[in-house]
């Protein structure tokens, strides 16, 4: 599994404000934009403000209503799309259909025509340029959608619900990790933190953009092949400039940090509170990054101190 980061899914019974979440150690915030064929969530907007000044990832979510019918699976999708693009929602990031019961939705029809009616649904955002899931709780994605088909059509894309406990959770327990196959999330429990917000935990990789380009450097002066020790020439091609400093962050002393390669990629996770010798910095993803090992092991500046 590539990724793991945490995420809420927020609507109008949240606040405007996801400072708290991010604080508990939210990455990515999961919007509901819409439902049926006329709600439009009143907070959207200000949540999605939210989000980007704490400089969280974003995606959108639509609350279904068409049950098994493909016509108004498609009049519902083209209504969230819509909406998605006043919003801004950015097409490198997903719109996901949250099919469950409830407002009307039915589910018990046959597992043929729900499908049917999820992938008429999900067409119309890919269509649209966007990524896309599907929500639902593991009992009714097992028991009333042909879950395979989905993952075929979209890849690893179910974002399933799955509580241990209905009472407050602050880290998912894997002993009761919903098995199913094409998990991209885990919503593990319905009070994240005490913060009343849905807590998910991502199994896949859903932040992809491409790295941004490098700035381009000054020519440095070539080491003479003729002149020097093989180690002296390896010694000359490399930068040090200090050591940096991962603090603490979020108050939370489990968080941890992310490292990047050097073309944007992410890769394994370094501990807070540790300090690290620097051999080189530039811009990876238009964030300034120091190289703190090989060149799969960058750290963005924006989560160190103490450069020197």
């Known amino acids: 599994m590539a990724s793991r980061e945490y995420a809420v899914d927020v609507a109008a019974y949240q606040p405007t404000s996801m400072s708290a979440y991010k604080r508990a150690g939210a990455r990515q915030v999961i919007v ?8 439009i969530n009143p907070k959207a907007s200000a949540q999605i403000e939210s989000t980007h000044a704490n400089h969280m990832y974003l995606h959108a979510y639509h609350f279904a209503t068409f049950g098994n019918s493909v016509s108004r699976a498609k009049m519902e999708a083209k209504f969230f799309v819509s909406r998605a693009e006043k919003l801004n929602i950015s097409k490198k990031r997903y719109l996901w259909l949250d099919w469950e019961t409830g407002d009307g939705n039915v589910v018990v029809n046959s597992t043929y025509s729900n499908t049917k009616a999820i992938l008429a649904f999900m067409k119309i955002c890919h269509d649209a340029g966007y990524k896309v899931g599907l929500y639902s709780g593991a009992y009714v994605l097992r028991q009333y959608v042909d879950t395979a088909k989905i993952v075929k059509k979209y890849g690893t894309c179910l974002w399933v619900a799955s509580y241990a406990t209905m009472d407050r959770i602050d880290n998912p327990n894997f002993n009761y ?7 991209a999330i885990w919503q593990f429990t319905q009070n994240w933190c005490g913060l009343s917000v849905d807590g998910n935990i991502t199994l896949k990789e859903l932040i992809t953009d491409s790295a941004d380009k490098v700035q381009k450097k000054a020519p440095s002066s070539k080491v003479s092949h003729d002149s020097g020790t093989e180690k002296e020439r390896k010694g000359a091609e490399k930068k040090v400039t200090g050591t940096v400093y991962v603090p603490i962050l979020y108050g939370n002393p489990n968080y941890k940090v992310r490292l990047l390669d050097s073309k944007g990629h992410y890769q394994k996770y370094i501990n807070t509170n540790t300090s690290w010798k620097i051999w080189d910095e530039k811009t990876i993803r238009g964030m300034k990054c120091y190289k703190i090992g090989n060149d799969q092991q960058w750290i963005p500046a924006k989560f160190c101190s103490n450069h020197g």
């Open 32 to 39: 509901k934009a819409t439902e049926g064929l006329g709600y």
């Open 177 to 183: 990790f919903p098995s199913m196959n094409g998990i």
